[in-house]
């Protein structure tokens, strides 16, 4: 399989990436720095069209929309939230999301049957609302909006969309006191991804498999 996986210099994205290698697959992992990967910023449409022209004419089988922002952790109602942390997160979380899966849809159409695995959170869900980090709520909220109708716009095309809550993760964004490691959640992850096809478009589950409510 040809993987493409965005925000794969650390954390999850980068777990995903070694598991996949690990696997023989060919994985196109992402960077805003570039180096050994490639370059992209899911936020910078002229970066998001380069990065789709590199890739023009190569079948691409997985897309995981992983790269995220979680920059409200530590604000307060009274005074916090900016608005332009508002933007900069819908521009990575959900901006981000729609531009990167428009950019590869010709390249998931190449492939055989296209999946493609957008990485948000449970902290979408309007079930579980406990207050507070109100800005990464909403934008992993909308991507999970925004898969969910991508998944019912691409079934004709046999495109397959699913979501996916990756666990609390010991990474820079869920810190050390987190529940699992990078390489649990990559290893569940992969196997989420692996059961996506036409009859299970537009599901939300978690990292080990469980129906997560909406
Ligand atoms: N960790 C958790 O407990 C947890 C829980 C639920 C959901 N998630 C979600 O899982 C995904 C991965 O999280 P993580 O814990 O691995 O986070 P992380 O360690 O903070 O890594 C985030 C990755 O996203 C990249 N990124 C951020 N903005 C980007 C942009 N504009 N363009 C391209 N790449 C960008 C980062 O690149 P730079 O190095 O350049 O910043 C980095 O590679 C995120 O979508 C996150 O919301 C994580």
């Known amino acids: 399989m040809h993987i493409v996986i965005t925000g794969a210099n650390r954390g999850i994205g980068h777990a995903l990436m070694s598991h996949y290698r690990a696997e023989g697959h060919v994985v196109t992992g992402t960077s805003r720095e570039g180096g050994a990967l490639a370059q992209l910023d899911v936020t910078d449409p002229a970066s998001v069209a380069a990065f789709a022209q590199a890739l023009e004419g190569r079948a691409v089988d997985l897309l995981v929309c992983n790269a995220g922002v979680y920059l409200d952790k530590h604000e307060t109602l009274t005074k916090g939230y900016p608005a332009q942390m508002w933007a900069d997160t819908f521009a990575a979380n959900v901006t981000g999301v729609f531009l990167s899966v428009q950019a590869l849809l010709p390249n998931l159409q190449a492939a055989q049957a296209g999946k493609i695995a957008i990485i948000s959170s449970q902290m979408a869900s309007h079930t579980r609302a406990p207050g507070g980090s109100y800005v990464y709520r909403a934008s992993k909220a909308a991507a999970l909006n925004l898969a969910r109708n991508l998944a019912a716009d691409l079934a004709p095309l046999q495109i397959a969309v699913g979501i996916y809550h990756p666990g609390w993760v010991r990474t820079d964004m869920g810190g050390d006191a987190a ?36």
């Open 179 to 214: 529940d699992i490691s990078v390489d649990e959640s990559a290893t569940g992850l992969m196997a989420r991804f692996a059961e996506l096809g036409p009859d299970s478009t537009g599901c939300f589950l978690t990292w080990d498999g469980r129906p997560h409510p909406y």
